[in-house]
C-alpha cells in the first residue's frame, strides 16, 4: 500500500471516531437495517394487505395516488380477518358464546363458597342434558362416586381408597356453583382438577347429571336457566 493510500485511510478512520463520539448522548449512532433492529409495530385487527395495492381505478386506468388512497384508506380500517382454511372453529353455535368467558373464580375456600352462591348453570335441566351428562359422569365420575352417586365405586370398594360423599347424602344439598368449581379445580386429596379433560359444557353437563342423582333419580322442578348466564359474570 502506498503511503498516500495509507494517509487516506488513516484519515478516514478518524473522521469516522470523532463523529462516533459526538452528537446526541442519547442517540445509537449510524445503524445498518434499522427494521432489522426494530422491527415496525403491527396492529391488532389492520388489514395491511399486499403492497403495492390494486391500483386500478374504476374506469380501468392506473393512477399512483388512488392506489396510496386505497393503501391509506385499507390500513386505517380495523377488520378481524377470517381464520386460513381448515381452521377448526372452536363452536360454531352462537348460543355457547357462554362457555368462551373464562371462569373467574379462583382454587380458594372463599371463592369456593362465593361459587356455590353466584354461579349458575348456563344449560337448562332437560332430559336431554341428563342423559349427555350421565354419558360423561360413567368415563369420568363413576369409578369414584358409584353409578348412582352413593359413593361406591370400583376405587373405594376394590382399592380401598376413602369414601367421596353421597349425593343423596351428605352432598344432596350441594349447590350446582360448588359441583362446577370442584370439578374445575378438584377438592380436597381424593378428587384432582376436571378441566384439563372436560371443557365448560362438559363439566356443566356433569353438574346437571349430579343434580339428577341427587334429587333421586328424578329431573329438578327447578326453572331451566337461559343460555346468556355465563361462568365468569357473577349473579347478583
Request: net charge negative; proline share 7%.
Amino acid at each position: 500500500m502506498s503511503k498516500h493510500s495509507t494517509l487516506l485511510t488513516s484519515a478516514a478512520l478518524a473522521v469516522f471516531a470523532l463523529a462516533s463520539c459526538g452528537g446526541d448522548p442519547d442517540s445509537p449512532g449510524i445503524e445498518y437495517f434499522p427494521d432489522m433492529y426494530r422491527s415496525p409495530a403491527v396492529e391488532a385487527y389492520v388489514d395491511y394487505g399486499q403492497d403495492p395495492y390494486v391500483a386500478e381505478m374504476p374506469d380501468g386506468t392506473y393512477d399512483s395516488d388512488y392506489a396510496d388512497s386505497l393503501v391509506l384508506k385499507q390500513r386505517m380500517t380495523q377488520q378481524a380477518r377470517k381464520p386460513v382454511q381448515g381452521t377448526i372453529a372452536f363452536s360454531s353455535d352462537a348460543s355457547k358464546a357462554a362457555f368462551n368467558f373464562p371462569y373467574t373464580y379462583a382454587n380458594t375456600p372463599e371463592d369456593y363458597e362465593r361459587a356455590g352462591l353466584e354461579v349458575k348453570c348456563p344449560l337448562p335441566m332437560s332430559q336431554e342434558n341428563v342423559d349427555k351428562g350421565k354419558v360423561i359422569y360413567d368415563k369420568m365420575c363413576k369409578h369414584c362416586h358409584g353409578e348412582k352417586g352413593a359413593g361406591d365405586g370400583t376405587v373405594v370398594n376394590v382399592a380401598g381408597y376413602p369414601q367421596p360423599g353421597a349425593y343423596n347424602g351428605p352432598l344432596k344439598t350441594l349447590p350446582e356453583g360448588k359441583i362446577f368449581h370442584s370439578l374445575t379445580y378438584g377438592k380436597n386429596i381424593g378428587m384432582g382438577s376436571h378441566a384439563s379433560q372436560l371443557n365448560k359444557e362438559e363439566r356443566w353437563l356433569v353438574t346437571r347429571y349430579v343434580q339428577y342423582l341427587q334429587n333421586d333419580g328424578k329431573l329438578s322442578a327447578s326453572a331451566p336457566v337461559a343460555v346468556a348466564d355465563t361462568t365468569a359474570t357473577p349473579v347478583n
